[in-house]
């Protein structure tokens, strides 16, 4: 059963670096979504890709956030310059758009600590 | 907006003991709704779901109703177990299915 990968699963990083961030989704999953979760709290959307299109970005995407999924499979999150307020879990979801609303399936997480 | 209100924790019982976690939504058209369960240490799993109202989901022996009238999606077991202590979030995604809403999740400890 190949579910939803992430990779790394933790990363610590000085204030101001770049991070990067992978995805693998469900092999035959159209879509794939991007989340970000604080402690105590829910995830909060931040973008989602239809293939390799994103069509929809949350506000809470600033400018030093960006996503691709060039192929259409995997996707990579980067922030650039990051900055503590940035630490938190990055969840990543596919689904399989179809008849109906469709069910998004989560990966581990990438917990990021930006000290 | 859409949004996903649910009981703030932590809830602590017994094991066998009955279990409620409330969770009532707002949402334009007809959501559909989700309760996800999150181990210790782990990702978020769905538990159940329900598409329509009075659809009931049901997993593991929990069971939720779709209730249009009053917008809630209640969680309930009857006996818990200690394997059942994680995080527990209600979640709804729009008739659109492009994001879904989560609430802020209700901690759950199960003690012998």
């Known amino acids: 059963d190949t579910g939803v990968s992430q990779n790394p699963r933790h990363k610590i990083t000085k204030r101001g670096q770049n991070v990067t961030f992978r995805c693998d989704p469900i092999?035959?999953?159209?879509?794939l979504y991007w989340y970000r979760q604080t402690l105590g709290q829910g995830p909060e959307f931040l973008t989602y890709?239809?293939?390799?299109?994103?069509?929809?970005k949350s506000r809470l995407l600033s400018d030093r956030f960006s996503a691709e999924r060039p192929k259409g499979s995997f996707s990579t999150l980067e922030i650039q310059r990051t900055e503590q307020g940035d630490s938190a879990m990055y969840l990543c979801?596919?689904?399989?758009?179809?008849?109906?609303?469709?069910?998004?399936?989560f990966g581990p997480g990438t917990r990021l600590l930006v000290l | 907006g859409d949004s996903v209100t649910q009981m703030e924790g932590p809830v602590t019982l017994s094991e066998e003991a009955f279990l409620t976690i409330n969770c009532t939504y707002t949402?334009?058209?007809?959501?559909?709704l989700f309760w996800y369960v999150q181990y210790p240490g782990e990702g978020l799993q769905l538990l159940l779901k329900?598409?329509?109202?009075?659809d009931k989901g049901s997993n593991k022996g929990f069971e939720a109703t779709y209730r249009k009238e009053t917008t809630s999606f209640h969680l309930e077991k009857g006996s818990v177990q200690v394997s059942d202590s994680a995080v527990y979030f209600c979640?709804?995604?729009?008739?659109?299915?492009?994001?879904?809403?989560f609430g802020t999740g209700t901690s759950l400890t199960v003690i012998p």
């Open positions: 949402a334009t058209g007809y959501p559909s």
């Open positions: 890709f239809q293939n390799e299109a994103q069509l929809e």
């Open positions: 979640a709804l995604t729009p008739n659109t299915g492009n994001q879904f809403y």
């Open positions: 979801a596919s689904s399989l758009v179809g008849v109906g609303q469709e069910t998004q399936y």
């Open positions: 092999s035959e999953h159209n879509r």
């Open positions: 329900a598409t329509k109202a009075d």
